[in-house]
């Protein structure tokens, strides 16, 4: 239940009528596209409530003139009209100048709201339930500005209020923004170590002798797991079942393969994708372990890591794309003596294990957005204005 000075109402009445739908392919054709201009946003630039013009399409500063009625200002609401009518893009400072291109709709909050509360208020379930159900088409979902137009819609009771949740949430989004990027520079960074100690291009002081070339099936068992028949797996168990990947398919009250264990995934999607499973788990039938190493068991997990890509062009079969044991056997590897193994494999792990402290932190991040939106949005906790 709302606030008493809380309403419902529709996207329509918060604009005040000004939605707008992007030009037509008669006003707009693709032809006139360049890579250099005014950037036209089209629904494939919308990623993450924000656009993303890095390889969206420009015309000229002329044609854009003659265009300006679908001219983006900051605070604008930018609707995908067709395909995913859930996608939508609040536009700020650095997307502002910018077309509502062909597949997209304008709406323009009045002052009297929060573009940033609004764009809050989109993200929620419950909004994007209605944008799917009210589209219309069979085919390809379509949306049009009469439907949009009726979106019911949360307002608080001012736009003083609004801009204050919307600040509080602001924060939350530019914390995890920053640890977003903290981690891809740690996956970047962790990535060039790889490919330094991984081939040998960079040694460590006292290591000189030369690295051993081989095949996985010389340093390793490598066994393929046993299916479960789907009426043992539970949706909760003491140990997970994997067929491959990172998901289990359920959970199960009996184990095959021990804690601590290298996988290869055997097919599906994930089909050469390499893993480290810290707990005793069920090894289903598409998945491969790595049983009695004879070499460094993380340095092993890197190297594997590292060369995943060519793992998964191992990949045959067209429908259920699978990965033979045969082809898996005779990988290729690098072995460096025993020490140096140790070394590099510490010095990965370490890089891992920060960016999985990071990640961690960004799930508990996520989590109390998503609580705060809950609370804040609903108006069951009010704040001070």
Known sequence: MLPEDWKLTTLGKVCEGHLQTGPFGSQLHAHEYQEIGVTVVMPKDIIN???????????????????????????????????????????????????????????RPSKNHSPIFLSYILQRNMVKTWLEHNAVGQ??????????????????????EEDKIAQILSTWDKAIDKLEALIAAKQKRKKALMQQLLTGKQRFPCFDQEWKHTYLKNVCSIFKGEQLNKIELTKTGDYPALNGGVSPSGFTDKFNTEANTITISEGGNSCGFVNYITQQFWCGGHCYTLKNLTVNKAYLYQFLKSIEVDIMKLRVGSGLPNIQKKDIEIVNIKIPSSEEQQKIAIILTIADNEITIHQNQLTALKKQKKALMQQLLTGKVRVAV
């Open 139 to 160: 085919t390809m979902p379509n949306m049009n500005t009469a439907i949009l137009a009726e979106l019911p819609l949360i307002s608080a009771s001012s736009r003083e």
């Open 49 to 107: 409530c924000r656009v993303d013009a890095s390889k969206a399409a420009k015309i000229t500063i002329q044609r854009a003139e003659d265009l300006k009625k679908h001219q983006l200002l900051a605070g604008d609401l930018l609707f995908s009209r067709r395909g995913d009518v859930t996608r939508f893009a609040l536009i700020d400072e650095k997307s502002e100048g910018s077309l509502c291109g062909t597949g997209c709709l304008k709406a």
